[in-house]
């Protein structure tokens, strides 16, 4: 309570100063670089480019006198998910009420939510190509187009199905399914399952395993042990009998799997709220 009360304090001192919203600036033009970056967790020049891709799904509520704009929108959203601060704490920052934060949170979130496939998707041959030549640079294996993980989110605990979100590590949790590709970039992300799901059914209820059985989408997949062994999957071999080649292959397997552990740190590292706790109500889709 006292960290929440002193944060409180100090977003009160800082709304006595010009804030980003109070006369409805735009957040680009307000901030130096650092403290923009800061505040947003996007630079500059991402926030205009992430702006200008979203810009007309975020249209003003023109009901109101003094609509927020999508730029608006768009920073409130950021900078609740980019740090820990409760959600007056933005409010008190934005000059706006905290109703209005959580509306826009919404907002945002659905709106990702239904575009999600425009900037999640499976990489086109030319660009599996690509990935694939890297991952190969860097553990020597074939053909590989990425590497599959869950990670859990933390969340409060919600008002039904409780005792589902209740992840191993006993906390409330939502179990995110994802593979990154060589850049660290997520070209698949299923957030459809509570903490208790295991990572093999999160993967297996997925469209995406269903597309790869069929042969409808192309592409090997590196994984742990956690996943059920396919054709377009490989997995570390395990137990001390290993041949010296198996032993080979299950470092290279390892090297390779990597890069979807660097994902969700810089996912988490960037976005706070994700190593924390999510205190956002949420359905399951």
């Known amino acids: 309570?006292?960290?929440?009360?002193?944060?409180?304090?100090?977003?009160?001192?800082?709304a006595a100063a010009p804030r980003v919203f109070r006369d409805r600036l735009n957040p680009l033009d307000c901030l130096d670089d650092h403290s923009f970056r800061q505040r947003f967790r996007l630079s500059r020049r991402g926030f205009s480019h992430v702006l200008h891709l979203i810009a007309d799904?975020?249209?003003?509520e023109t009901a109101r006198s003094a609509p927020l704009t999508a730029a608006q929108k768009l920073a409130i959203f950021l900078e609740t998910i980019g740090s820990s601060s409760n959600q007056r704490i933005t409010a008190l920052t934005f000059g706006c009420s905290q109703a209005t934060v959580s509306r826009v949170i919404s907002e945002v979130s659905d709106m990702f939510y239904s575009r999600r496939s425009d900037f999640i998707k499976w990489p086109t041959e030319e660009e599996r190509n690509?990935?694939?030549?890297?991952?190969?640079?860097?553990?020597?294996?074939p053909?590989?187009?990425?590497a599959l993980d869950g990670t859990h989110i933390k969340i409060m605990a919600p008002t039904e199905s409780k005792d589902s979100y209740?992840?191993?590590?006993?906390?409330?949790?939502?179990?995110?399914?994802?593979?990154?590709?060589?850049d660290l970039k997520f070209i698949w992300v299923s957030a459809n399952f509570p903490g208790r799901a295991d990572d093999s059914k999160?993967?297996?209820?997925?469209?995406?395993?269903?597309?790869?059985?069929?042969?409808?989408?192309?592409?090997?997949?590196?994984?742990?042990?956690?996943?059920?062994?396919?054709?377009?999957?490989?997995?570390?071999?395990?137990?001390?009998?290993?041949?010296?080649?198996?032993?080979?292959?299950?470092?290279?397997?390892?090297?390779?799997?990597v890069v979807v552990e660097h994902a969700f740190g810089a996912?988490?590292?960037?976005?706070?709220s994700?190593?924390?706790?999510?205190?956002?109500?949420?359905q399951m889709q």
Do not use: W
């Open 274 to 282: 994700l190593q924390t706790e999510l205190r956002l109500g949420f």
């Open 202 to 257: 999160v993967f297996r209820s997925s469209a995406l395993y269903r597309d790869l059985c069929s042969g409808r989408k192309e592409g090997t997949l590196l994984a742990d042990n956690a996943y059920r062994s396919e054709n377009f999957l490989l997995k570390p071999i395990l137990g001390e009998s290993r041949t010296e080649s198996e032993t080979r292959y299950t470092m290279a397997v390892c090297k390779g799997r």
């Open 166 to 182: 209740v992840n191993r590590k006993s906390y409330h949790s939502i179990n995110m399914g994802a593979i990154a590709d060589i």
């Open 267 to 272: 996912l988490k590292r960037q976005f706070i």
């Open 143 to 146: 053909n590989v187009v990425g």
């Open 130 to 141: 690509d990935i694939a030549l890297r991952f190969y640079s860097l553990c020597g294996i």
């Open 1 to 14: 309570m006292e960290a929440i009360e002193r944060e409180l304090r100090e977003a009160m001192i800082r």
């Open 57 to 60: 799904d975020l249209s003003p």
